[in-house]
Structures are given as C-alpha cells and as structure tokens.
C-alpha cells in the first residue's frame, strides 16, 4: 500500500506490466462494439460490452495480468463506514482506441488469431484447482492431447505462453493510470529502455447503467463444458449468410453406462444418438452439426429433460464471440430457463504472474451473455 | 543534342522513380553534366507535396555524355510510370528471364516523336543474347518553360535531426493514422523528437530522445 501523499489526487488504478499482449488479447476478445465500460474492483478490470440490448460480452480481467495493481477507492469514507459494501469505480473508454494505443508498437500481439492449434496451451498451475478437468482429460487418453501434455512435461518450466510467444523478442511494456472520475486514462508505452515512450491519454466518459442480463444457474436447462476448439471448428463451417443458430441438447440416456466404457469411443458412437446438436438457419437451408456423448469432445454434459432443450438465437451476436472463442482454451456453454445463454470462454494464462502466491491465481475468462428469440418457447 | 548514358545500377535507379511514381504520374527529369534532377513540382498531387531531387551521374551512370545548346542541360517531361515499368525490366533481379549485362539509356527521335530509348543487353540461362528496347515518349522542355521551374525557396530550418528507423516510425505513424486525420511533428535541438495526435477522444504522443542532430552547413 502506498501512503497518500497530500499534495497529489491517489489515483482509483494504478496498474503496469511488461508485456501488454494478454491484457490486449483479453480486451480483444470483447472488442465487437467501441463503447466498452471497464468497472475498476480490488481484484480487478471487468470491461463490458453490449449489442442491441441483447448481447452482453464482459472480460474479467484480474489483477495478476499485470506485474503492478493498485485500487483505490474514490469514496474513502463508504469503505470505512461498510467493508462489505465494496464501492467500484466505472467509466466508458473507445475500446478500439485503447486497443490501437496499446499495440502502436505493433508489438501487442497479432491482430488476427488464426492459427488454431499453437494457441490451445493449457494452464500450468492446475494442481489445486483443476483436479476435475484433470481427470477428464486421463480418462479421455485423446491421442493429440497426450503428445501436447507430454511436450508440456518435456519443458517442465512454469512457462506456458511464454514458449508460445518467444517467437518475437519484442514486448511492448506499459503503465495504466486512471486519476478517477472525469480524468482520462493515461497509458505510458515503451517498447524497451532505449526506444521510443509513448504517452497516450484516452477520454473517459461516465459510465451509463449497463445492460444486466442475469443468468440463473438454479434453473439451468443445459450445460456443456469443451474444448474451445472443437466449437470453434463447428461454428466456423457456418456461413455467414445464415441468421439464426440453433442449440439442440438431448438429455443423454445412458450416460452412466457411457462414462463407465468412455475408453471404447467406437462402439459409444454408433449406440447412442447425438446429445447436442447445432443447427444453422439461412434462407437458402439449414445446416446441422452434431456431437455425440464421447467424453473426449464434451468433458461436461448436463441437460435438465424431460425431452429436448432447444433455443435459438441470432447468428451475427454469436459471430462476435469469435474473436474470443479463437483464442481460448475451454469453453462453458449454458442455457437457462429463459433461454439466456451464456458463453464462458477460459483465457489462456501467460507464465509471468508476479502475484501468484498471494491469494491463489484466477483465470482470465471472457463470458458472453445472449438472449434467446422470441419464437422458440419449447 | 545529344544524350547517351550506360546505367550501371538499374536496379536503385528503378525505386527511385518508383518512389517517384506513387507520387506523381508525370515529373520532369533534368540531366546536367554532373547531375540528373527528377522533379515533381505539379500543384496537382495530393497534399502539394513537391520532389526536387539531386543525384549525382556518378551513383548512377557511367560513360555519360550530354550535349545541349542550352548549357549542356536537358530537361524532359516523363511518364513516371512507363519510366519505371522501362526500369524495371532492365534490373536483372525483377525478372528471371535473362541476365542483364549492359543497359545504354539514350535520347533519341523515332517518327517525329523524342522518347528516352533504354537498350538491354543480356543473356538467358541458356546463354543465348538477347537485345530488349523500350521507347518511352518524352516531352522536351523549352528553355522557356524550363526558366519557369523554380525551385520554392524555403527558410532556413530551426533543427536538424536524424530520424529514427524509419519502419519504426511508419508503423506508429500508420496506428497514429487511424485515429487522427492530423498528426503533429516537433523536433528539438536535444535530440528530441516527437510524433502526435490530438482528438477529442484520444490524445497520444511518442516520443523519441537522444537522437543525433547533425551539423549543416549554413
């Protein structure tokens, strides 16, 4: 904590890290509209995005992406009165324009994530907390994915992006300033010591009350935990024409006797009919995407029967998750009741953490929330 | 007059008049006895920008020989682009289809009409020569009209400084482009020198330090 000078406003966030290409990487991810606004918290950025009063992108963006992060509350005396009222600065930004500052070296990292298989690199530190995913992935004995983990083992290093990323030796370093409200937000960028420093100061404007689409895991109709490449793969077939994606899930009827033989896939295949189906609407045709109950493609499945789950929803706002699906390792696929679906893609983490041994390490992830079409009501 | 000249280095020559090219379609080429001056001075182009260019016969050519009634200088209108597409031929590594050996850039008249006529020499991975002329139309400039180009006077500069690498400077330049249609330009004699945007959403400003300024003469 740093003591509060008298002569000098404490800025609300105060925050720098040597490699801006995760925190640019995050920010991407939900770069679909420009307006954003970034919620500043003591554990971290929130920034969010809306389309059409439908669509909810949100980055959670916790502190140990940057090297340094330091919150201060704007209203002092609110923190001392309650703790537990936890007050949270906010403010809008051009996100676009952030992005572009951040990446004026060109060094944030590549704009277009377009390699699929080099960017799927799993979490080094999943000891304590991914104990489940681990053992899905054991019994899976998926023959890619047991070479990728053995590489793994082979570096042993606790690196895991940085293997990946080593490729360019340039990284571009930055310092995020925000004073507090009606102040712009301050970004000193330097490539290294010796090159150029750049200044930016990005307007901020006052954060209007964001669009809530709260998601009721109580009453949840459907839930799929995968590999976000196996989504990705199915979602970019679709053509772009089309205008309403369908997700269909069957309430798997032998799921137990399918998890006890999760090894004889071949056998699993032909028995059982698909639990989850994508259906793309166009005016020229539909096209149908099916997955089976194979527990190397769909680690989680939970589907609340009786009878099918079916929702639709406009194929342009699935499109601008994308962006974040691409560059993702896992993905969480839920749908409610209502037919609010939300969308949690798990970030990958880059092996710089500074602050891991402080309070346990948080993965960076990206949830995009949708509304359902009107129509389907079953 | 007479004009006749080998280019012993078509290939810097050609980007040269590349450069040239993006700029302008048509500039004006003036050949001294010691220099060629490639000229754009057209109010036409975008931005006012003008070229008034010095490149010493020697960087360029060898057996050069001028004459002229007009103190041995010529001075032609041109067609960048034919320029360059003629230029690009003669360098040997634009095309794999023959070696170039020898290139003779000369003026000359062909049914009334004065072109810049380039002979290549050269010969095929086979071995066999080949001979390739290109004939690109020129304008002669009168005296007259040549009295007219002056070049703008411009004052003397405050500063001089070193740029940085320039493909450092046009990456931020192109992300600053995108965000503000002007950009500002400061250089001190400290070897400071700045690139900047000021919008009403977004104000950004690199700088660079320790930077050299060199000594001009006066």
Redesign the interface.
Known sequence: MVSPRSDEILPVLKASVHDVRQFTSLLRGVNFANRATVTVTERGLVVAVEEARTLLGTAYIFSDVFDEYQYHSESQEEEQQEEQDVYNSAFEI?LN?LI??L????TAGGSGSSGSGKHVQWKQSNEEQGSSDDEDRNDGGHGAEGKRRNKKGAQGGNTSLDLFFSKSERKTSMRMTYLGNGF?LTLLIAEDS??????????TFEAEPQLELPFDPDDMKLKVILKSSWLKEALSEIDSSCDKLTFIGNPPEQAHAERVSGREKERGRTRTKPILRIQATSMHGTTEMEYFNDRDVLETFECAGPGPVSFSYRFVHITRAMRALQTSIKTSLRIDKEGLLSLQFLMPVSGSRRNDTGGGSSSNFIEFRCLALDEETS | MRFRTAIENPATFCKIVQAIEKLQKKCVIRFTEANIHIICASEANEGGMQVWSQIKVDSLFNEYRIQSNNNNEITVNISAEALAAALKSCSSNANRSYDTEEVVMKLAKKNEQAVLSFEILGTTPVGRKVRVAHDVKIEVLKAMDVEKLREPMCPEPDTHILLPPLHKLRTIADKLKLMSEILSIRASNNGCFQLSINTESVKVETEWRNLTNPKMRA
């Open positions: 051009q324009t572009e500052c990446n004026i070296f060109g712009p010796s090159g150029p420093t750049t200044t930016c100061e990005i307007a």
